[in-house]
């Protein structure tokens, strides 16, 4: 069967998505390749046309831009924009929410035990949104922007994986909001309003 040009690339992208998704909700290794390509509305046999391997689609998933970069974008656009960002991030509904989220923040512990190339790619990542929230500091350096923006996206993956991880709302709550407030101060804007 033949299919339009650009459907090898659409399903790739498919399977990326709910692969995200998956990841993001249950982590990488709870996760089957049965259960993404279900999910995808493929069969299993159909997951090797797209990938050598489970980790292959994991460097994939890490790669893909998706909805977060769509995010920082917007944080690079000025004015409140990166404190815009820091409070989107640090909200209720990012935490409640992981499946639709920063993977970085659902990820990183597991990230941490992957081959090389794996973690390449998530360090690519890193460094890629850690120089946009640099960019938009007021630190008079570029040495000092980039200590400022590892120490922020550094507070905030943090606060947001200790806010999933409290079974206490309330408690749950004054961490996002302890998160933003410190966030904000490292951007010299003092102490941020509720999430």
């Known amino acids: 069967m033949r299919y339009d040009k650009g459907h090898k690339d659409a399903t790739r992208q498919r399977i990326v998505e709910v692969a995200s998704r998956q990841f993001r909700e249950q982590g990488v290794a709870a996760v089957g390749l049965a259960g993404i390509m279900t999910d995808a509305g493929l069969t299993n046999g159909a ?21 977060r970069s769509e995010m920082w974008q917007a944080a690079a656009e000025g004015g409140e924009g990166l404190a815009n960002a820091i409070r989107g991030y640090l909200s209720e509904r990012h935490r409640d929410n992981p499946g ?14 992957h081959p ?12 890629d949104i850690i120089g ?64």
Do not use: W
């Open 47 to 67: 997951f090797y046309a797209h990938f050598d391997s489970k980790e292959d689609l994991v460097r994939e998933v890490l790669a893909n831009p998706g909805k």
């Open 100 to 113: 639709r989220g920063c993977p970085t923040s659902a990820l990183v512990a597991e990230i941490a035990r």
């Open 116 to 127: 090389k190339a794996t973690r390449d790619a998530f360090t690519c990542k890193i460094s």
């Open 132 to 195: 946009l929230i640099a960019g938009h500091l007021p630190s008079p350096t570029e040495s000092e922007r980039r200590q400022k923006a590892v120490a922020i996206y550094g507070l905030m993956v943090g606060t947001l994986q200790l806010s999933r991880a409290v079974n206490d709302k309330k408690l749950s709550n004054e961490i996002l909001q302890s998160g933003i407030n410190q966030a904000l101060g490292l951007m010299g804007q003092g102490e941020g309003s509720n999430p």
